[in-house]
């Protein structure tokens, strides 16, 4: 079982940092390669760059939580989500296909299902 696993190459589980300024203020993310790969793919489906998608997912989860615990460790399950959802078609495969707007039918609210 194990073996899909190890066998990964090693730069998809390489940590990289990244500056972005979230409302004038600049800070530092760190996250796998692999979750950096899957916020570009989610940024790219609605027209965004990834600091442009890292500051609407902020936005969203200060505007509904009103405070953030763990920023990284939220972007990653944001990717596993992501990818889980399309996985249970809940959210199209198609990569042209914009998420704004797309309602979770958990909660009937929209925005973002991740």
Known sequence: MCEIFVKADPALYESKARSIRL?????????????????????????????????????????YRGQIDNFSSFLRVCCLRYTSLMLDGEIVNDKHMPLAGLRNSKNGSSGFLI
């Open 23 to 63: 409302h004038g203020v600049v800070t530092s993310i760190r996250l796998e390669k692999l979750f950096w790969q899957v916020l570009q793919e989610i940024a790219e489906r609605d027209g965004m760059n990834i600091n442009q998608l890292i500051t609407k997912l902020y936005d969203e989860l200060m505007a």
